[in-house]
Each structure stands twice: as structure tokens, then as C-alpha cells.
């Protein structure tokens, strides 16, 4: 049998594909460390990487379906979907710290916003344990009700990141409007470093630029030994990428039941429009 490949068929296509996995309960997360630079064997915690297990049982990263449903405006459903399925690993394992990326295209709408904060509050128990990373992949339309929601949230527990910084819509100046306790550095900037010397003057200035704000700085993309090497020179407190761990499905994923908040989250952002 001949199984289509997701990455050859259309946007409109991916999309409905990504909606059925949603309302079937196909969406798991798959864990990443975030590793102490002094030790690392020493996990701050565990970035949870949405994948999607299509109806031939094959499994799929986030860039193969993530960007359609953020640009059809389904990113909401997805990053609900997300907080739910994390607070029940939170609740299984109580050792477990686990990170769960917020688009801003979600932090955007004040209604996804309460919405959000209610699933928090109502999961405050574990809130201590999770990081909400914030992802600039679009500007923030209503920057006032995504502090709002931050602010509140970070009052129950949670500690508050900027994933993607350098790159995008994450601007130096999102430092000075939140509370923020953990800055992730872009993994183009690490990247950037087998180009050249200015890759390395790259990535230490913007380093520096997060330390002064924040006492945790996250490099991405750490990939090789020379890339650690460089993040260790440009002063980061944690390194994530492939040459420290690799993604790993989480121990729940078999057993996630479906999670339908689809109502309550297209009746909110018809409210938006």
C-alpha cells in the first residue's frame, strides 16, 4: 500500500488532517531536555514537542502541520489541546517539570487567553511545574490581554519563557513589557557559528542581551560539539539540541484520550472577528 506523504499534499489538506488527529486524540507530546550547562545530566525541565500520528500510524513533527494550522487560525485548538494533555503528565509523574509552547497567535485573542487561564487555575496544583514558552511567530495583536493572561498565570506557579528569541516577532523590548523568567536563544544563532567568527559575536552578544533581563538563557539548536563550545563561551546557563537529547515520546502517549474543547475555542474566535 502506497501512503501519501503529508509533506506533498496541500495546505487545505494538511489542515483537515491536523483537525481529525485533534478531535481523534492523535496529538501526543514528545519531550526534549533542557540541560544545565555545569551538569548535563541535569534537566531545568522538558520542552513537550506536539507530533501527530496520522490514520496510517505514521508519526509527524510539528513543522509538517503546525504552521497550516497556525495560519488557518487553528492554533488555539491545538495549544488547548497541548496545556490539557501536559497537566495530565504533570498529574501522572510529580517529579515531572514540563515546558508547553503558547503561540501568539492564541495569546492574541483575549477570549483564548481566559480560556487558557482557566485550564490553569483549575490544574493550579501542578503549576509550579510548568513552563509556558511563548512563541513569536506572528505579532501579538493585543499585547495588553497577552500580559494580562502571563501576569495571572505566573501568579499561579508558573514560570514564564520566550522560545525563539532573536527571530521573528520576539523583539528585545517583550523583555521589558512581561515578567519573564527564561529566555531561549534562537537556534539560528547557534548555527550560525560554522559560518564564521560573526557567528560566534552573534550569538554571545544576543546572549548577553537575554542574561541582562532574566537569570536563565536556553541556547537551541545545540547540535555539536562546537556549538556547546560556543554556548558555553557566550555565557548561556542551559543548552537544548540533538548532541544532549533527542525528542522522546512521553510514557502517556498510547493512552490519551480524545480532547474536544473545538466549540469553546471556534465560538471564541468568532468573537475576535
Request: net charge negative; hydrophobic share 45%.
Amino acid at each position: 500500500m502506497n501512503v501519501p506523504s503529508i509533506y506533498e499534499e496541500p495546505a487545505l489538506s494538511r489542515i483537515a488532517r491536523t483537525k481529525s488527529a485533534l478531535s481523534e486524540g492523535r496529538i501526543f507530546a514528545a519531550r526534549q531536555g533542557v540541560h544545565d550547562v555545569g551538569n548535563t545530566g541535569k534537566l531545568l525541565y522538558s520542552e513537550c514537542l506536539a507530533r501527530m500520528i496520522d490514520e496510517w500510524g505514521v508519526v509527524h513533527s510539528a513543522g509538517a502541520f503546525v504552521p497550516y494550522l497556525e495560519g488557518a487560525g487553528g492554533a488555539a485548538v491545538l495549544d488547548h489541546y497541548m496545556l490539557e494533555l501536559i497537566f495530565q503528565e504533570l498529574a501522572s509523574e510529580p517529579d515531572a517539570v514540563l515546558g508547553c509552547n503558547l503561540s501568539a497567535h492564541t495569546l492574541s485573542n483575549p477570549d483564548h487567553c481566559a480560556l487558557l487561564l482557566d485550564s490553569i487555575q483549575h490544574h493550579r496544583i501542578a503549576a509550579s511545574r510548568l513552563i509556558l514558552e511563548v512563541t513569536e511567530t506572528a505579532p501579538l495583536h493585543y499585547p495588553a490581554a497577552a500580559q494580562e493572561f502571563l501576569k495571572a498565570a505566573r501568579a499561579t506557579g508558573c514560570r514564564i519563557a520566550i522560545d525563539d528569541f532573536g527571530a521573528g516577532y520576539a523583539a528585545p523590548s517583550r523583555l521589558l513589557d512581561v515578567a519573564v523568567d527564561i529566555v531561549k536563544i534562537d537556534a539560528s544563532f547557534t548555527h550560525r557559528i560554522l559560518r564564521g567568527h560573526d557567528g560566534r559575536g552573534s550569538l554571545y552578544h544576543i546572549v548577553g542581551l537575554a542574561a541582562c533581563a532574566v537569570p536563565i538563557v536556553v541556547v537551541e539548536g545545540v547540535e555539536t560539539e562546537e556549538h556547546m563550545q560556543a554556548a558555553l563561551a557566550a555565557g548561556a546557563t542551559h543548552l537544548q539540541g540533538y548532541l544532549l537529547s533527542r525528542p522522546t515520546h512521553s510514557p502517556l502517549h498510547h493512552s490519551y484520550p480524545a480532547y474536544r474543547p473545538l466549540r469553546r475555542l471556534v465560538r471564541a474566535g468568532r468573537k475576535k472577528q
